[in-house]
């Protein structure tokens, strides 16, 4: 079993930088994908981005490519977003999987961390 603690959501006006954390506990392996996703109100959850702790590779969505990155260390993974828009308001979620690679749905599910981001 994983538990998975985020932190670091807010409020931003659109153009700033947030930085969120998650906290990984329990059986941690390097066989492992972890990442971000978000649900904004009236929408599907969807992939934000992932990585892979064993070979490090990273996935990201086509919005958040070049704005966002994610990292890694130890137990932990980040996810610093840049260049914060209003459409990147929603509820981000930390998502974990024991798995060879991310391409697979995650497991485990943090509590989620509000982001919003005003005009």
């Known amino acids: 079993q994983v538990q998975l603690v985020e932190s670091g959501g807010g409020s931003v006006q659109a153009g700033g930088s947030l930085r969120l954390s998650c906290s990984a506990f329990?059986?941690?392996?390097?066989?492992?994908?972890m990442g971000w996703f978000r649900q904004a109100p009236g929408k599907e959850r969807e992939k934000v981005a992932r990585?892979?702790?064993?070979?490090?590779n990273t996935d990201y969505a086509d919005s958040v490519k070049g704005r966002f990155t994610i990292s890694q260390d130890n137990a932990k993974v980040f996810l610093q977003m840049n260049s914060l828009k209003p459409e990147d308001t929603a509820m981000y979620y930390c998502?974990?999987?024991?798995?060879?690679?991310?391409?697979?749905?995650?497991?485990?599910w943090g509590q989620g961390t509000q982001v919003t981001v005003s005009s």
């Open positions: 990585i892979h702790r064993g070979s490090g």
């Open positions: 329990g059986y941690i392996t390097s066989s492992m994908c």
């Open positions: 998502a974990a999987t024991y798995a060879r690679n991310c391409e697979v749905a995650p497991r485990f």
